[in-house]
């Protein structure tokens, strides 16, 4: 399993706003894409700015590729960023998972 990370920050009062974004973007078009496995949104509130972290979870490169394209090391961004005054990463990092694993209920 492979797990690709994305970070940005925006401004406190977009953060509702972006994050709902987010879900309707990046979120939508990573489970509609075969080899998508799930994702997790962080969020840490910094002095006037909320950071997001997006952590997607795929079964192989392959898979990241159909849905970011040749060069998985870019961002995927979309048209409406700049609405929600967004400060995005332009690259990902990829990780390979050794360990998942949640207690049931603990979650």
């Known amino acids: 399993m492979i ?3 994305w970070k940005c920050l925006v401004p406190e009062d ?3 706003g972006f994050t709902a974004y987010l879900y309707e973007t990046g979120v939508k078009d990573s489970s509609a894409t075969p080899g998508f496995l799930g994702a997790q949104i962080f969020r840490r509130s910094l002095t ?3 950071e997001l972290t997006l952590i997607t979870y795929w079964d192989n ?3 990241i590729k159909a ?3 040749n060069d998985i090391s870019q ?3 979309y048209p409406e960023d700049a609405v929600y005054e967004l400060e995005p990463d ?3 990092q990829h990780y390979e998972v050794i360990e ?3 207690l049931p209920g603990a979650v």
């Open 100 to 102: 998942h694993q949640f």
């Open 75 to 77: 961002a995927r961004l």
């Open 67 to 69: 849905f970011a394209g």
């Open 90 to 92: 332009l690259s990902v």
């Open 3 to 5: 797990a690709r990370e």
């Open 48 to 50: 006037d700015k909320v």
């Open 14 to 16: 977009h953060n509702e």
């Open 61 to 63: 490169l392959d898979s």
